[in-house]
């Protein structure tokens, strides 16, 4: 045994004295030779973002690696969240370091001016019609909303108003394209409670005697000061945000969870979280009242007042009862949906139908409608129109994944019938049929995007015992036949990201008639060539570069 203590003193040793030479004695971080700086700091290919109207795209810088400043900044985990309280925003988030427009027409690349030296950037959205990008800009104290004017690519800050991104919920546009909707830091908020030196009791958790398995977390509540913590830094207060910098106070504050303004701009859907929390789960299973307010804060209506969750079993495919995955439907002014278990929550119990959609239609006074019943457990929604939305479910045990076309402006009690589109296995990776493409509506909503014929158009990886190729198809609801549009193909590898009406822009596939899927927008790569960004011609093969 003394052959191998000795090395390992030998080796604990010569350790010992590299740090002592090349850490304490050069005082500080070192950088490396200015060739491996080089490849560092090269430049990444950016992200992009199309304009509703298909004119410009907008270059998203992404930088490297973070500075260690960045590494080095408080962090607080409170109810499973980690946040950084100096700017009351998500720790550690990835964010840009600079916009650039580009026009398709010509590929004219104009730098965004008016930005600050030192910025970051994060929760980019275009307005609906276009004229404008909102964005927040994280300061070393603050996160402020600033937006872009497209006509002249030049950036201002909106208003001097410091929002709240505790809860990740970003500004969003109402329409009309001329305020923005947010959540603000509180108004003489005051200091951080500080940590009592002597607590003032005890932590009591107390015990109904039922049997409830939960799941570990990360990051909980701990002690009555954690939770003051977590009032402090989550309580906000919904503000309206006018383009001229009006800032208009809406409703009470509270600790708001969601925010969501309708395709109408008229109503909101405000998800408040409130006591008693929890110090066995996060923060999304805290008691919460889902409320709909109008443009005044008033509460024009109540969906749920959801109760503490600690006792959703763990098995998978389990979920809390009552309202869940509440959203505006995207392709109407306002009408809620929502899901609700029907086998109370519990993947175990036998059930025929396990989850069963609904809807209500503004001004909420009405039953809500059955838009669909499902047997499995509900994955997803897009809408497309009262004559079309796809709706998913899986089912984690027998790994079945099904969509059904849905048609909910023909529901009926139980709900409207469902035409089957797919039935597979969610690891059967070779017959993933892919995602269906989607575009802006007139409210700047996501909804389905069919060609001439009605048919869906599906993006996917296109998984192959030869490597991914992915591909762009068109598949017909009614012959159940799919046909090719695209297909990536060796020694490139080329990714569909999205439809255009024209070749060089400027007319947005709004309806299904304004687009005979013929431009294809990619990002195409090989293991000699850097990734950049294409119009594609699907009919005539010919490929234009844009970066």
Sequence with gaps: MRAPLRATALALLGLACFAATAGFGQGGYQLPTKPLLDIVDAPTTPQVSLSPDQRFLLLLEVPGLPPIAELAERELRLAGVRIKPQSNGPSRAASYRGLSLLRLADGDIRPVTGLPQTVRIDNVVWSPDGEQVAFTVTSDDRIEPWVLEV?????????????????????????????LVALAVLENR??????????????IEESSGRKAPGRTYQDLLEDEHDQALFDHYFRS??????????????????????????PSGEWLL????????SYRVPAFRFPRAIEVWDRSGRVAHRLADLPLQEEVPVTFDSVPTGPRNVQWRA??????????????????????????????????????????????RFDGI?????DLALVSESWW???????????????????????LIVDRSSEDRYRDPGDPETRLNEAGRRVLLTDPQGRLLLAGDGASPAGDRPFLDAYDPATKKSTRLFESEAPFFERPIELLGTPTGGAPARTSTDSAARWLLTRRESVA??????????????LRQLT
């Design 529 to 542: 060539e850097p990734p950049n960004y294409f119009v594609r011609d699907l009919q005539g093969g010919s």
């Design 397 to 419: 045990q027998t790994r079945r994944l099904r969509t059904w076309r849905l048609r909910p402006g023909r529901s009926t009690p139980g709900g409207a019938e469902l035409d």
């Design 331 to 376: 392709d109407v002014p306002a009408t809620l949906a929502w899901v609700e278990a029907l086998d109370g929550g519990d993947a175990r119990a036998e059930a025929a139908d396990r989850d069963r959609v609904f809807a209500l239609a503004a001004p909420f006074s009405a039953k809500p409608r059955e838009l669909a019943t499902l047997a499995l």
């Design 270 to 277: 405000v998800h408040t979280v409130h006591r008693p929390y």
């Design 190 to 203: 005051g200091p951080e409670p500080a940590e009592p030196r002597v607590p003032s009791g005890p932590v």
């Design 151 to 179: 006509t002249s690519a030049s950036a201002r800050r909106v208003a001097a108003v410091a929002l709240n991104l505790t809860s990740r919920t970003p500004p969003t546009w109402l329409a009309g394209s001329r305020e």
């Design 237 to 262: 207060q919904v503000v309206r945000i006018g383009l001229d910098g009006t800032v208009t106070q809406i409703g009470t504050p509270g600790v708001i969870w969601d925010l969501e303004a309708s």
């Design 382 to 386: 897009t809408w497309g129109d009262d």
